[in-house]
């Protein structure tokens, strides 16, 4: 069972399929408990392969990823994914009430404890303008969301789950200067002790990490602090001063 949330990356490698070219390259990495690890990267340098691994989203091709010492494919899909917050730029939201969707991994929660997260994720304003408030239908046969309001969604279902492991990425789009600062302190709320992995689209929440990778074609091309990063790494200086 999860408990600390220790992240470990031991060599590995990921390929879709049958392809030739692997998109993760002998990855190693440790996420110690509470911390966060940023990682960094042109498109397509394996971001998002990286992190989908551990909720297995994907399975590495060789090589392990552990969570407290124990094998990912070794943990109950369930508990493994009910410990993990999720808020990626294409959050996964379903057909369902916006209602559903927030309480999604917390199917007990009471209409206040939604509401509760719903605020505290900057989501409640505009829930509340919607004809239907918090049983509007998403979805197909509903109403669509901007990326700002589906990346709010998500940030109200992960505070009300309070997982041990978080993966987000921190780029926000399209939302006013005013929502964006409200939903950067939902965000450092919401990763108040957890182990986070965060995709870093900015300098500014990487120089905040405990730990950044630089990814480049699916390998480690520079690893440690900010300050150990911006003595030691020409690439991490060019990202920096990009
Ligand atoms: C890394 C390839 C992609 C790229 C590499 C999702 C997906 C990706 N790829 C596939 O071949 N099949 C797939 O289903 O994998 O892609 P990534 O991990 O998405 O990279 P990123 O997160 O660093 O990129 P971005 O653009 O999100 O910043 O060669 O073609």
């Not at 070794?74 to 294409?90: A, F, K, M, T, Y």
């Not at 789950?161 to 939302?175: E, F, G, W």
Request: hydrophobic share 40%; charged share 25%.
């Amino acid at each position: 069972v999860i408990r600390e949330g220790r992240i470990e990356f031991d060599r590995v490698t990921f390929r879709f399929g049958a392809a030739e070219v692997p998109v993760l390259h002998h990855i190693s990495f440790t996420a110690e408990p509470g911390k966060t690890v940023a990682i960094l990267g042109s498109t397509g340098a394996g971001k998002s392969s990286l992190v989908s691994l551990v909720p297995r989203l994907y399975d590495a091709t060789e090589g392990q990823v552990r969570i407290d010492g124990v094998d990912v494919r070794d943990i109950d899909l369930d508990h493994l994914r009910s410990r993990i917050g999720l808020v990626l730029q294409e959050s996964v939201l379903f057909t369902g009430t916006i209602r559903d969707n927030i309480r999604y991994g917390r199917p007990d929660a009471s209409d206040e404890e939604i509401e509760q997260a719903a605020r505290a994720a900057q989501a409640h304003e505009f829930i509340a303008n919607m004809p239907e408030g918090y049983d509007t239908m998403l979805g197909q046969r509903g109403v669509n969301l901007s990326g700002g309001q589906k990346q709010r969604i998500a940030i109200a279902r992960a505070l009300l789950v309070r997982p041990v492991i978080l993966i987000l990425d921190d780029s926000t789009s399209a939302v006013d200067l005013g929502t964006e600062s409200r939903i950067r302190a939902a965000l450092a709320e919401l990763m108040r002790g957890c182990t986070t992995l965060l995709i870093a689209q900015r300098i500014t929440s990487v120089m905040d990490a405990d730990h950044i990778l630089v990814l480049e074609e699916g390998k480690i091309a520079a690893a440690g602090s900010h300050a150990e990063l911006m003595r030691h790494s020409d690439i991490y200086r060019d990202i920096y001063r990009s």
